[in-house]
């Protein structure tokens, strides 16, 4: 009842209503306790050993929430959930951050590592630059992946309303490409077209565009569950309905559980992906050849580093 957005005085007085006139079946101290009970499975949930988690895609975002001991602040929440190689989704980790800073970010990933998680393939964000930076930071190897629906948002919004569906329909051609290749070149032809007009929306799309077709390399079955962060946006709108109970939370902890029993909640309830052998057999060779471009980039980082020795 209390994540379903009742605060604890209305829990009680719903109980007392149920019990009938002098019967109390659960005292208002007796809902806090209970409730309290959340920021010990948030605690343990925030400590809980990774290493089982077999994660091949992981997703990133934040969602911000008003303090009241931060008069006039929004803290950010920041979250991360992860497909995993048997097809599960789960959520991995939520901590607390002044802002969707690179240090932030950080600290949050850190807490994963330390925990046992290893290096994932893929991760998707938004454009948020902290959060990106923290991405290259920590898995470096990992193909950084930008979420669509922000993608498609941020360029829709540079041009009038008149022209959006026109050019929402080109954005789609290049998100659903066959492959990286034709995406590249769908692209590049939208970005000719209208790249007099509307420069403004043209430069968003280029802007990190190798980000933003790279769900393309990745088996074709999947590349609908990692080109966005909408899983755990539908996840924060179901949060949002829950905070509009409350002006603002009162304190980081009463903030901090409620959002942890919310996402909790929503992800007992996200459904899985498939990983035949076809995708199993994508995967491998997706990695080999990744593998082959890194190997041919240290040769000529090697070649480029002996010929100014020599020089």
């Not at 290049?174 to 070149?185: L, P, S, T, V």
């Not at 905070?243 to 959002?259: G, H, M």
């Amino acid at each position: 009842m209390y994540v379903r957005g009742l605060s604890t005085r209305d829990i009680e007085d719903a109980l007392q209503e149920l019990g009938g006139e002098g019967v109390c079946l659960l005292s208002h101290a007796s809902v806090s306790r209970l409730s309290e009970q959340l920021w010990e499975e948030y605690e343990a949930f925030s400590e809980r050993d990774l290493s089982g988690f077999d994660v091949v895609y992981l997703f990133a975002d934040g969602v911000y929430e008003s303090v009241r001991q931060q008069a006039g602040l929004q803290q950010a929440i920041l979250v991360t959930w992860a497909i995993l190689r048997d097809g599960c989704k789960v959520l991995l980790h939520m901590s607390l951050g002044s802002k969707e800073s690179e240090r932030d970010w950080l600290e949050h990933f850190r807490s994963l590592v330390r925990r046992g998680l290893r290096p994932p393939l893929t991760v998707t964000t938004d454009g948020a630059p902290g959060l990106i930076k923290a991405v290259e930071t920590m898995w470096p190897e990992a193909e950084r992946i930008r979420c669509w629906v922000h993608k498609m948002r941020n360029i829709l919004d540079k041009v009038p309303e008149e022209v959006r569906p026109e050019l929402k329909a080109h954005l789609v051609a290049i998100r659903d490409a066959a492959d990286y290749k034709q995406g590249e070149r769908l692209a590049e032809e939208v970005m000719e077209k209208y790249g007099k007009t509307y420069p403004s929306a043209m430069q968003c799309l280029r802007d990190d565009l190798a980000a933003s077709l790279a769900h393309l390399k990745l088996p074709v079955l999947h590349r609908r569950s990692i080109r966005t962060t909408n899983l755990v946006e539908r996840s924060f709108e179901e949060e949002r309905r829950r905070a509009k109970v409350l002006p603002r939370f009162r304190t980081e902890k009463e903030c901090l559980k409620l959002v942890f029993a919310v996402l909790w909640r929503a992800s007992a309830r996200w459904r899985g992906v498939r990983f035949s052998e076809l995708e199993q057999k994508q995967l491998e060779n997706y990695l080999e050849t990744r593998k082959r471009l890194q190997q041919a980039d240290q040769r000529l980082a090697d070649l480029s580093q002996r010929e100014k020795a020599t020089a």
